[in-house]
């Protein structure tokens, strides 16, 4: 049966494509939380707890989208070379990109259903993959979805003992359509979806995944990526 689903980040181009197609799909509530909204800030944990109290109140979620991210901001690109890397830009892409979807998994463990299907997931990107790692370049995004990574596979592996059915992912969108990637699209359309057509595909993908799977990255045509 379909509970709640909470999205983060449903101010985004996928965002509010994923809160759409779920509300679509016949979850119900859907919770949109997002910045823009005034709902939270990732570097803010006590709003994170904020939106889970809120989201309680609609009984355990069976699925939870987190659907945030940074790649550029202020002027501030992804570093072409290692001798462009900078603290403070490390640590912003850190901050938005690991540590803020971290205490979303940390607020959200306790709401989730102990048995029962329920769908954890975390937009992630290809790029964050190491061994998928030819071309160098963007250091502080590939390393903060590496470590985005890394604590949905221990969060995983906690949900396996605590909550045997429920599915806990990572996801790689493909190229699509948003602020985020705008500048840095190819000039053709070639290979980039809209927001609505990945958003049914990474739904489609989830649809088809088992706890067994878990702990993984998915793109949305259903391929694995690699750690
Ligand atoms: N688009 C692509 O081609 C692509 C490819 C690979 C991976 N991804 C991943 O997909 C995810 C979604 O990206 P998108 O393309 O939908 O980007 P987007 O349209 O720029 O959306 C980004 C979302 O993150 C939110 N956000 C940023 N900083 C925040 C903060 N401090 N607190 C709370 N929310 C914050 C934004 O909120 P505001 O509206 O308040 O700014 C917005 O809702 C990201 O993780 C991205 O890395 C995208």
Known sequence: MKGSAII??????????????????????????????????LSDEASIARCATRAAEAGPPTLVLI?????????????????????????ENFAINSIGPALILKHMAPLLPRQGRSTVAALSARVGSISDNRLGGWHSYRASKAALNMIVKGAALE?????????????????VATRLSAPFRPNTADGVQSPLDAAAALLDVLDGLTPAQSGRCFAWDGTEIPA
């Open 8 to 41: 983060f980040g449903a101010s985004g181009g996928l965002g509010a494509a994923l809160a759409d197609a779920t509300e679509a799909r016949g979850h119900g509530p859907v919770f949109r939380f997002s910045r823009s909204a005034g709902d939270f800030d």
């Open 67 to 91: 659907a945030t991210g940074l790649l550029s901001h202020g002027g501030r690109r992804p570093e072409r070379a290692i001798r462009e890397l900078t603290p403070d830009w490390l640590a």
């Open 159 to 175: 949900f396996a003992r605590t909550h045997p059915d429920t599915v806990c992912v990572t996801l790689h969108p493909g190229t």
